[in-house]
């Protein structure tokens, strides 16, 4: 069983920052990557940021440059700075894990699983 916290959602002015946090924990042998993903009303769930455990990222368009995604690789937390944020920025955020749960299946690299936070809403109003 995994857990992820998630933390920092809120409301802010267009063109203010917020800064989110998410803690892994829980039956976790090894991390490949963490990410956030976001899902407005009435829209899919979209990836939003993502980095891997080499320190490899990638983001949406629409946030590149605005967003930063940073890990503590020790405390298997990932966060997401955002900034210049925008209306459309709203929505609820989660955070993903795909991780190994045991050494074979990391060995292998096979079975790896995913987990999701609960979601922090954000939202920015103009």
């Known amino acids: 069983q995994v857990q992820l916290v998630e933390s920092g959602g809120g409301l802010v002015q267009a063109g203010g920052s917020l800064r989110l946090s998410c803690a892994a924990s829980?039956?976790?042998?090894?991390?490949?990557?963490m990410g956030w993903y976001r899902q407005a009303p009435g829209n899919q769930r979209e990836l939003v940021a993502a980095?891997?455990?080499?320190?490899?990222?990638n983001y949406a368009d629409s946030v590149k440059g605005r967003f930063t995604i940073s890990r503590d690789t020790a405390k298997n937390t990932v966060y997401l700075q955002m900034n210049s944020l925008k209306p459309e920025d709203t929505g609820i955020y989660y955070c993903?894990?795909?991780?190994?749960?045991?050494?074979?299946?990391?060995?292998?690299?096979?079975?790896?699983?995913?987990?999701w936070g609960q979601g922090t809403l954000v939202t920015v109003s103009s």
């Open positions: 829980g039956s976790i042998f090894s991390i490949n990557a």
């Open positions: 993903n894990s795909n991780y190994y749960s045991d050494y074979e299946s990391w060995r292998g690299h096979v079975n790896a699983l995913d987990a």
């Open positions: 980095i891997t455990s080499g320190g490899s990222t």
